[in-house]
Nanobody, 128 residues
Framework: VQLVESGGGLVQAGDSLRLSCVAS??????MGWYRQAPGKQRELVAA????????NYADSVKGRFTISRDNTKNTIYLQMNSLKPEDTAVYYC????????????????????????WGQGTQVTVSS
């Protein structure tokens, strides 16, 4: 499957962005948005179940980011509000395993783990 992320850009602190991820085929799995800042591990920031009924977030974005999906369009979204300079990173979407979601819930943070292939991502830069 191919995943194409878009919607990133250069914004100021406090601004909003909406990211989109289009999959080449329907994803019958939980999906997530990840990000990787320079020199840091790729981390999961938000996850959504197959049907979209349950969402989970990293503590660092909880209350500011909202993940959603439209399975009729094979698309995952990430609405990002009240952006902060520390949100600067390349953002990716991909599948997410139950193990990683469990880590996100219990620790408030989770590394991406070994998923395999990734899309090109979309750069988000937040200036102060």
């Amino acid at each position: 499957v191919q995943l194409v992320e878009s919607g990133g850009g250069l914004v100021q602190a406090g601004d909003s962005l909406r990211l989109s991820c289009v999959a080449s085929e329907r994803q019958y799995s939980a999906m997530g948005w990840y990000r990787q800042a320079p020199g840091k591990q790729r981390e999961l920031v938000a996850a959504i179940t197959t049907g979209g009924g349950v969402t989970n977030y990293a503590d660092s974005v909880k209350g500011r980011f909202t993940i959603s999906r439209d399975n009729t369009k094979n698309t995952i979204y990430l609405q990002m509000n009240s952006l902060k300079p520390e949100d600067t990173a390349v953002y990716y979407c991909n599948i997410v395993s139950d193990i990683i979601i469990a880590a996100l819930i219990s620790k408030g943070t989770a590394d991406a783990g070994d998923i395999g292939s990734w899309g090109q991502g979309t750069q988000v830069t937040v200036s102060s």
